[in-house]
């Protein structure tokens, strides 16, 4: 069901930076923002990122988006234990269809 | 603040319509560009945007499911109800819904509801 795709892991010791990436399309990514969720185990998701790169209030600066063509990134930099989650890109879709990434879980090793 | 809560049965069965309520405060449909939305997750799976319904009643349907869903609103008592109709097993998951927030040029959902788990069984 999913139209953006994302690696199905990824994984750093503390301290280190991740990065995920979000592969989409023309009618997606291509021509509309990325939006970047994180869910916690156990929990709901979370909005992490807006708009490609903007940081909701609350959010830690370590976390950052970016978005070139039609694939957007997350950059989790200076890895913390408590960023262990699963992380989930979103687009419109021209077919005003939101769209969800297939999930990105993160280990902190 | 903002906050949701979804309600609903637990437990359906194969071929029956589901009902879900998202229960809401922090906002009013009064207020114009204010939405919410309902996504879910099978267990263990990603997530699937279903439906949204905007503060003028505009609704925007996932175009895999629009044939068996409904949403609308309740401006006075600020809830917002989704139906889907003919459920099967497959659509056992956690319904979520979510307030729609927005700035020039992006939207989202965010915050949250805590989630309802909705299992398909005879």
Not at chain 2, 26 to 38: A, K, N, R, T
Not at chain 2, 71 to 82: A, C, G, H
Request: net charge neutral.
């Amino acid at each position: 069901q999913s139209v953006l795709t994302q690696p199905p892991s990824a994984s750093g010791t503390p301290g280190q930076r991740v990065t995920i990436s979000c592969s989409g399309s023309s009618s997606n990514i291509g021509r509309n923002t990325a939006i970047w969720y994180q869910q916690l185990p156990g929990t709901a998701p979370k909005l992490l990122i807006y708009g490609n790169d903007q940081r909701p209030s609350g959010v830690p600066d370590r976390f950052s988006g970016s978005k070139s063509g039609t694939s957007a990134s997350l950059a989790i930099s200076g890895l913390q234990s408590e960023d262990e989650a699963d992380y989930y890109c979103a687009a419109w879709d021209d077919s005003l269809n939101y769209v969800f990434g297939t999930g990105t879980k993160v280990t902190v090793l | 603040q903002i906050t949701l809560k979804e309600s609903g049965p637990t437990l359906v069965k194969p071929t029956q319509t589901l009902t879900l309520t998202c229960t809401f405060s922090g906002f009013s449909f009064s207020s114009s560009g204010v939405g919410v939305g309902w996504i879910r997750q099978p267990p263990g799976k990603a997530l699937e945007w279903l439906a949204l319904i905007y503060w003028d009643d505009d609704k925007r349907y996932s175009p895999s499911l629009k044939s068996r869903l409904t949403i609308t609103k309740d401006t006075s008592k600020n809830q917002v109800v989704l139906r889907m109709t003919n459920m099967d097993p497959v659509d056992t998951a956690t319904y979520y819904c979510a307030h729609r927030g927005a700035a020039p040029g992006s939207d989202w959902f965010g915050p949250w509801g805590q989630g309802t788990l909705v299992t398909v069984s005879s």
